[in-house]
């Protein structure tokens, strides 16, 4: 203990406070989408290591939509399988089925894409896809695929960045979220 902390023992704890929050801190999803996931990947699976290779903590840099990859040809798109068979379509229905048998209220929204990543007709099948089951399992559903399309908030063609200036989208789950509990 150093000749400081003895005659100001408050700073001793301010420092030890400070650097035992540091790295919780560090650990704190920016993001509600990312914070939705932490938490449902914890109740699911229980704790896991702290870095994930899908989720990015720390702050991200807008891509200009001009900078971003354009594809002038529809065979460089991925194409999607929204059939029954899709091991994907059978999961979603098995989570739709599980949070129905257990009375838990679901509520389903689509990520943002940026237009230059998709295409067009599988996207349409997509949103077909999404309100036959909201029609079906009665849930209600959010279109957020498209909103955000032509602003400059993306990191790259699938992802957002993640700073102050691109809080549009965590701002409109949130609404979403407040407007769908039921307090």
């Known amino acids: 203990m150093s000749y400081d902390q003895l005659l ?5 704890f301010t420092y030890q406070f400070d650097d035992f929050m540091k790295s919780i801190q560090d650990k704190i999803p ?3 989408k990312d914070r939705t996931i932490s938490t449902l990947k914890y109740i699911l699976f ?12 720390g702050k991200t840099s807008i891509t200009p939509i001009k900078e971003l990859q354009n ?3 529809e065979s460089e798109f991925q194409e999607y399988d929204f059939s029954d068979n899709n091991k994907q379509i059978i999961s979603f229905k098995k989570i739709i089925n599980e949070f129905k048998n ?7 929204f689509s990520t943002p894409y940026q237009k230059t990543t998709a295409n067009e007709n599988d996207v349409k099948l997509f949103e077909k896809m999404l309100e036959a089951y909201s029609k079906k399992y009665d849930f209600p559903i959010y279109f957020l695929h498209d909103k955000y399309g032509e602003m400059e908030i993306w990191r790259d063609g699938i992802h957002i960045a993640i700073n102050k200036d691109t809080q549009i989208y965590t701002k409109d789950v949130l609404k979403m979220l407040i407007q769908e509990a039921e307090f």
Request: glycine share 6%.
């Open 8 to 12: 100001n023992p408050k700073n001793f």
């Open 30 to 32: 920016g993001s509600p």
């Open 46 to 57: 229980g704790p896991e290591p702290h870095h994930h290779p899908f989720i990015n903590f």
């Open 71 to 73: 594809f002038d040809n």
């Open 102 to 108: 257990n009375e838990i209220k679901l509520i389903v």
